[in-house]
């Protein structure tokens, strides 16, 4: 065995040795096949997270209502949505009709056609209303990236924020930050990344990220279920303002405390919602897209998206007769002020400075894997998981999705049936020692029965042991979820909630997957469940889900 990868011993060792009964997950039954639908086909959008807003708030159905014509729309993080514009302009399968991503620097090439913008939000940085009176900072004249800095240094901030390298918003204030520090006002340049004082003042900003998420719109109900627990983990965050103007929204509702929002005068990022078509769809489509875009921009619509807390109209960021219900000025919003915008580096910076983030600037992760070795996994579940596994471990595969570990990273691998049948850990990330765990995984042999529950108590319990205090934690089972053994949900309850419960526990569904039981985890553990049975892009969205928080 390679040096650099160690079976889980130690405090740990008496959790592995448990052998439970044998058992077999009882299959689901087939679905009975679909009925096709009657009426014209979805207009099929690609959209990121943040326009879900609408969504909730009627606007898209309120659109099919009036016009007949269906949407399908499914939300990605920005950097996703980009991988994939890139790709179709290849190798275009016809599954997407439009994009509509946070920026346009996230639809390049020529495959998406009439980028057309429908609302506009600043990145603001939010804060702890009683911390900001203690900084002494005030919205009336604002901050600097050095105020930031300063706060930073005195030990005050806990920051929540998105994934620089998978959401847009996490991506702009990067960008921006990086930018004001270099201090030219010119974009940044690739030299710009190789300069070191330059980085070490970048890495000392994320050393406070403390709680991280795939996409702002995760980022925004893990802070406020952080904030109304009464117990709060997390005192700033970053987000585009038209979410923090939803989270103020709910915290008030919740009757807490709203943040207080600050405009960093150096780093000012916007988020300009671009909606395109993409080359090759049909007449028909092209129709439903304009008829789209007419009722996006028609003056009754662009109010409503106004209402939500987002900036509108042709020219300029000021907010003419504001609803103070939503640009409220006691909370920090500012619809007077036209900030100076931070100018982006062309499209090859973007990415290298991405993987600059991921490499060099980001805290380490610590990723507990659950890995399902149960009969039921027998056949396609296992292939389904050794896929998924290479795709992480494999450093060059993993590099394309900006998933790619961090010298930082420390990678735990349990596998499990009915108990648990063997653990590894492997840090850092050497690209030789990722392999060598994936061919443990590829070798393991299967065992009996499934306890689920089990192994998440025990991939709880190896974070807790195991992580830094500067590495972000998290579960991932690989799983179908058909527990039939050994602990209950209640005894991982009972365990989470003993301890500081801050850790997220996220499954991906494998073979014939029973998704009920993993709901219940995410639930408790502010996780998620991401189906991965559908390739690689399914996989790499559950991955990309799963390893944005931390």
Known sequence: MNKHLAPIFGPLAALLLATLACGRGQEQ???????????????????????????????????TRATGIPLSTEYRGSVEIKLKVEAYAGNNPGDVDAFWTASPIWMPGSLVREKTSVMRTYVVFGVDPALAEDLGWDTRDGITIADVEQAI????????????????AGANFYLAVLTGLKGTGQPV?????????LLERMKAIFSVVTRSASHAESLRTAFVEDRLSGDPQFNSFVLPESMAIAANQELVAGGVAPMTVFYIADAVGLQNYTLGYVAGISEGKVDQFSTFVQYLRSPEVQARIQA?????????????????????????????SEFALTQLPKDAVISLALNVYQLQLRLGSYTAYCLDFSPSMEGNGKEQLLVAMRLLLDQNAASRYFLQASPQDTTTAIMFDGGILAGYTAPGNDPGTLMNLYGLIENQPFGNATNIYGCAITALKDVEI???????????????????TGESYGDLEEFYRATDGSVPVFSILMGSADESELSAIAQLTNGEVCDGRGGEEDLVRCFRISKGSN
Do not use: C
């Open 153 to 168: 240094n005195a030990g005050s901030l806990q920051l929540a924020m998105p994934s620089a390298s998978q959401d847009d």
């Open 466 to 484: 195991g992580a830094a205090a500067d590495q972000l934690p998290a579960v991932i089972l690989l799983t179908d979820g058909m527990h039939n």
């Open 189 to 197: 340049v690739e030299e710009d990344l190789s300069d070191p004082d």
């Open 308 to 336: 939500l807390g987002f900036r509108t109209g042709y020219v300029g960021m000021r907010v003419e007769n504001p609803d103070t219900g939503v640009f409220n000025s006691g909370w920090g919003i500012n619809t007077q």
């Open 29 to 63: 039954e087939a679905s009975p096949a679909p009925t096709e639908p009657s009426g014209p086909s979805p207009f099929r959008i690609v959209a990121a997270s943040e326009v879900k807003l609408l969504e909730d708030a009627g606007v898209l159905a309120d659109f």
